[in-house]
């Protein structure tokens, strides 16, 4: 039987204490997600294959329920902003909230029919994510963002149709502000 405990989140590093498991995505593991693999190239070769973002969790099977967070670092890769994957629920009626607790980004949603909505990112504020709308991170700030999420244990992860066909906007820096731009890529 699980048994009810407090779980201590620090805001800024993002540590999770006690957690389940944790992965990092180095930019390498972007590869096919940013627009621009020439420009990914060139990053790594210039400055090392850093890791692009961190997920800690706290998931027991036996519950519906898990959280955890993600650690975003900040920089651009041909000009396009540090990003997760991207994904949708593999489960149809599963939701998800993102409430940011540091650092600064935008949200990128996708819905399953192709409409585009973005939700800013900052301290206090929880986004919503409804089900059937994929959805990417996107650090746009000078320093790390850090984010708690709260998910269905079993919703899981659709991340090959996003790396397949792309999402329809990009969010690129453009004289030094945050744009949402068309992806070249969108098949
Ligand atoms: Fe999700």
Known sequence: MLLPEGVAIDGAT??????????????SDLRGFFHDDAALDR????????VAYEVIDYRHEDSDLSFGTTI??????????IITRGHFHLRKECGEAYYT??????????SRDGEVKT??????????IPPEWAHRSINTGKDKLVFVWFCATDAGHDYGII????????????????TLVDNPNHA
């Open 101 to 110: 607790q540091s650092g600064e980004g935008l949200l990128l949603l996708e």
């Open 72 to 81: 975003m670092m900040p920089g651009t890769v041909g000009g396009e902003y």
């Open 14 to 27: 993002g540590t999770v204490t006690p957690s389940t498991g944790r992965y990092e995505k180095r930019l």
């Open 119 to 128: 939700v800013e990112m900052k301290p206090g504020v929880c986004a919503f």
């Open 163 to 178: 790396k397949d066909r792309g999402m329809r906007k990009l969010v690129v820096e453009r004289n030094g502000k945050p």
């Open 43 to 50: 990053a790594i070769a210039t400055d090392g294959d850093r």
